[in-house]
Every structure is written in C-alpha cells, then in structure tokens.
C-alpha cells in the first residue's frame, strides 16, 4: 500500500534560498558571485570614505560616529555575506563533481571564495576532468594572471589591467564547463557594473588631471609666471648658490639671538666683538646685488624637506644692522648704510620663490622701518633726508601674489610624491607590512586615495587663486579682504580635503601682514611730520593729529590711527617719553603693531 506523499517542509522558503543563492547551476554561481565580488570590491573604497566623509563632516561625537559607522557598514557587509555565499555554493557543487569527499570539499571552496581570481585551480580541475583542453588552458592563464595580479607589485593600471583580463579568461573557462542548465548572460550585470565604475573612475581622474593643468594655467596668468614645479626649479636653480660665499659664512657664523638689554650701543660693541666673521660676511652680502637663492633639492623633490637656513641668517643680519642704527642714530653715514644694508636684505628675500622668504622680508622691513624712529628722535632729519632712508616701498601686492603662485608649485611637490606612492612606491617599501597584499586592493584603493588626492590638489589650486583679490580693485580694508580670502573650511572638512586644510587654512593671514607692513611705513610718515610739528612749535608735541590735512585712517579697519603723547608705557615695563601710533582695536583685530618715537 502506498502512503500518501508529504508535502515539501518549508518549501516556500527553501525555493527563495535556492533561487538567491543560484544553486540550480553551479557554473551560473561561480560566474554571478564573482561578477558580484568584483562589483563590490570597486565599490568598497568609495563606500568607505563617503561613510567617513559624511560622519567627520556631522560634527557629532566619537561614539555618535562610530555608531553613525557600523550602522552605515550593516548594508554594504550584507552584501559582501552574500556574495560569499554564493560563491561557496557554487565552488561546492563544482568541487563536489571531482572530489569525492564532500568535506574536503567545504574548506577548498571557502577558500577559494575569499581569493575569487584563484577559482581558476577549481576550474581548471573540473575541465582537465572533462578533457576540456581549449577552456582548461583558459583557466591556466587566468591562474597565472591572479598569481602576477597578487604577488608582484606594478605601478598604475597595469594591475586593473591584469585584473580585468584574468577575469576575462576565467569567465571564458567557467563558460566551457558542462552544466545541465543553459548559458545565459543577464546574471553578469553586476560584471558590467563593474566594467563601467572601472572605465568612469579612470575617466573621471582624466578630467581631474585636465582641471589641474587649466587651474594652474589661470593661477599662472594671476601670479605672472609660471607655477610649474618645472619651472619653479629653474628658477630657483638660477639664483645664487647657497654654498658660495659670501652666504655659506653667513649661515655658518650666524650667532644665537642675544637678549635685548634696552642699551643698543652696549650691545652693538659685545655683538662684533663676539662675531667679526659673521659681520664680515654681513658686508660682502649686502654688496652683492639682490638675488634669489639655490638651493640643494632632495632626491624625492620634497621642497618641505629643504633646509632654508639662509632665512634664519639674514634675520639676524638684519636684527645687528637695526641694532646698529638704534646705538649711532647721530651718525648719519652709519644709518644710511645701516638702512642700504637692510634694504638690501629685505630686497633678496623679495627675489626668493617661497612664501616664508616674503614673510622674513616683511620682518626685516618691520625692524628698518622701527630703528629708523632712532634717527628720526635726533630732530635733525630733513624731508628729503627721511624720504631716502624711507625709500622706495615694495610692491607688497605683486610680491605676495607671486609668492602664493610659487607656493603652489611647492604644493604640487607635496602631491605628486604622495600620487607617485600611491602607485605602487609606497607598497614596494620595506615598511609596508603585507608584500602579498591582495592585489586588487593595492589596485583599487591607491586608485581611489589617488583621485582624492588630485580632488585635494584642485581644491588647492582653487583657493590659491584668491590671491588675486591682493589686487583690492574694491579698495577694501585689510580686515575685509582676509574675510574674503579666508580658506573654505566647510568644503575642505565636508570633503576631507586633508592637506589643502594643513597647507592653507592661514592663507587669509597675508592681507593682513600686507595690512600691517603698509600701515607700519605710514606710521612712519606721520611719524616725521609729529616731529616736524615739533621742530616748528619750541619742542611741542601736538596734542592730537588734527594738524594733518587729513585724519589718516588705518589700512586694517578704515579706522582713525591712534596717537598717544607724552609719558608712554613700553612693552617691557619701563617708561619713556615721545609719541605713539597705533591702531584702533576692534573686534576683527587686536591692533597690535604701533610706531613709538622715544624723544630725550
């Protein structure tokens, strides 16, 4: 007697599992959860930094974004599960048909999942079983391929080629297995996915590379001359050695900084008994014409690793020629000397490529233009007298304009040795841990770190072009125009554009040290019509500056200069007598940087 049939437990499920999982085909399977993988391992990059980009970019805290992380991950690590399933299924069911033992098979097949390209052992088994030559010699090349792909480290898009190719074979061998159910193509969609997010990225770090050459075409256009790494060496490598001499004594014998004791001609006398060769070198560098300087540059082109101690030198050149003024302001041949001398400084730190050379010319400027308050307490200085030692002003613009285009080739450096290692220099280092990394994530992730590199270098590139509101057609003040030159710090942290934000998140500071030295050479004038006020009134100080023509405004805020006269407060607790000028705080800036003549 027959029994009656049972109906199929949990059929409805079960039929969902096998239709998700392909098993119906194993050979459908393998081909499905590998064009699955490769979907997924091109798309994990993007996914994971977009996940940091968005979290770092909310503001909230660290537990918040960790939490805010793994929730984000929960999807994408799902899908990876099930493409792992899939693929274990399916090398199973295809090492099952050589293998007798089923559980010897298990592990092969998990292991095979987790090295996909390798499947070409599994496959090139089953083929060689089935005496299918031409497709076995397919699954032989894509082995070799995978083996190249993962254990040797090529630059580029070598390994996306050798990736794709080996990939290509190995679909072609998969194909030549026997399977009961038919070929059919439409389960490789997540393959052409891959194709297209392949070909787009490489476009799309095409486009990047052409708005760099365009961005630094216009940046060039705005600074003058070239920005080109290229061209920026040669520049440099035009200007005077920085071994030769005079400059290689005066780097050498460059002294220590010496407190200041407030008795200049005390320290003047100590300071060339101290260091006569490191004057000497100061004499013959102020004879030589104002010039850039060349330097040695590291084998790696790193300007950041460049020693610039020349800057440190001609500081301190400059520190003993002010102090020199300051102890002999009667003497006249010794301060128009003293003066030539720091100009000269001033002037061959202007003629240098790097922003930091500016802004020591700026300091130079500042101590010239402070020690020359010295001379002009005497009372004897005539108009034509204080407009020679004043002499001509630079040009703080253009300089700083030009300088921020070099600063952009200085940056470039900086990019195109983190681009260059992430294309293969920094894994072929002993200090990379894994030397048999997987090689698609060698592959994929310099790839993807390389487009945001270049994206962080566009930014770069971009923001520097505010240089050219240094021009201030609009006539703005100091204050305003660092505003509009202040670093985009939302787009830079919504984007993690890490070292646009390290290199120019003060850029907005040089239009006010612009600000300040052009209001400091003011000072200065003003500074001699006090004084003759006083020569033409007994000896009197003006009780205010209503004697001008008109009331000067500050180029910081367009605020009336402040004047103090009589009993002053110095910085180092003493008193003195004389007249100061200086700005009016506000809250935009503290008004630090004033003038003081002290009077006898």
């Not at 200049?264 to 013959?284: D, G, H, Q, S, T």
């Not at 040290?513 to 004038?525: H, N, P, S, T, V």
Request: proline residues 4%; contains cysteine.
């Amino acid at each position: 007697m027959k029994t009656a049939a049972k109906p199929l437990k949990h059929y409805r499920r079960k039929r969902f599992f096998y239709k998700l999982l392909w098993r119906r085909s194993f050979r459908t399977g393998a081909m499905f959860g590998m064009a699955w993988q490769q979907l997924i391992l091109l798309l994990f990059p993007f996914f994971l930094w977009y996940c940091f980009s968005w979290l770092f970019a909310s503001g909230s805290d660290s537990f918040e974004r960790m939490f805010g992380f793994l929730l984000l991950m929960l999807p994408f690590t799902v899908c990876c599960i099930y493409g792992f399933l899939v693929l274990v299924h399916a090398f199973s069911a295809m090492l099952r048909s050589v293998i007798p033992n089923d559980k010897a098979a298990a592990p092969v097949a998990m292991l095979l999942t987790l090295f996909f390209p390798f499947a070409g052992i599994a496959a090139l088994v089953v083929l060689a079983k089935e005496k299918r030559w031409l497709f076995a010699l397919f699954a032989g090349i894509s082995l070799a391929l995978a083996v190249l792909c993962y254990f040797v480290s090529v630059p580029g898009i070598v390994p996306w080629l050798v990736s794709w190719i080996g990939l290509a074979f190995l679909f072609v061998a998969l194909a030549g297995i026997r399977d009961r159910d038919g070929l059919r193509f439409y389960f490789l969609w997540p393959l052409a996915g891959a194709l297209a997010l392949t070909v787009g990225v490489f476009c799309y770090e095409a486009a990047l590379r052409r708005d760099l050459v365009r961005e630094r075409a216009e940046l060039s256009k705005i600074a003058g001359r070239s920005v080109a790494l290229a061209d920026y060496r040669a520049r440099d490598a035009a200007g005077f050695p920085v071994g030769d001499e005079p400059l290689k004594s005066l780097i050498a014998r460059k002294p220590g900084g010496e407190e200041d004791t407030g008795k200049p001609r005390e320290m003047v006398e100590e300071y060339r008994k101290k260091n006569p060769e490191f004057i000497e070198a100061l004499r013959k560098t102020v004879k030589l014409p104002a010039q850039a300087i060349a330097h040695v540059w590291p084998e790696d082109n790193m300007i950041v690793g460049m020693q610039f101690e020349e800057y440190g030198a001609f500081r301190e050149g400059a520190r003993y020629l002010a102090l020199s003024i300051k102890a002999d302001p009667e003497n006249r041949e010794n301060v128009r000397y003293c003066n030539a001398g720091m100009e000269r400084l001033r002037d061959w730190m202007l003629a240098g490529n790097a922003l930091i050379a500016r802004l020591v010319a700026i300091s130079i400027e500042s101590m010239r233009l402070n020690a020359l308050s010295y001379p002009l307490a005497t009372g004897t200085i005539s108009a034509a007298d204080w407009q020679e030692l004043l002499g001509k002003e630079p040009d703080w613009s253009t300089e700083f304009i030009r300088t921020l285009g070099d600063e952009a080739a200085v940056y470039d450096a900086i990019f195109d040795f983190m681009v260059v290692g992430l294309k293969g220099k920094l894994f072929e280092s002993e200090a990379f841990p894994l030397k048999t990394l997987n090689g698609a994530v060698q592959a994929y992730m310099p790839l993807f770190a390389r487009i945001h590199l270049l994206r962080d270098q566009r930014f770069c590139l971009l923001e520097l072009k505010k240089a050219n509101l240094l021009r201030n057609p609009d006539g703005l003040t100091a204050v305003e125009l660092a505003k509009r030159m202040k670093f985009n710090e939302e787009e830079a942290k919504r984007n993690i554009y890490i070292f646009s934000t390290m290199l120019l998140s003060a850029q907005n500071a040089i239009a006010l040290k612009k600000g300040e030295i052009e209001d400091r050479r003011r000072f200065a004038q003003i500074a001699w019509q006090v004084m003759e006020y006083r020569r033409t009134h007994e000896g009197k100080l003006p009780e205010s500056l209503d004697f001008l023509p008109e009331k000067p405004l500050d180029s910081m805020t367009r605020q009336p200069i402040r004047y103090e006269a009589g009993k002053l407060q110095l910085s180092d607790d003493r008193e003195g007598y004389g007249f100061r000028l200086s700005f009016e705080p506000s809250d935009e800036f503290s008004g630090r940087g004033g003038y003081t003549v002290l009077l006898k």
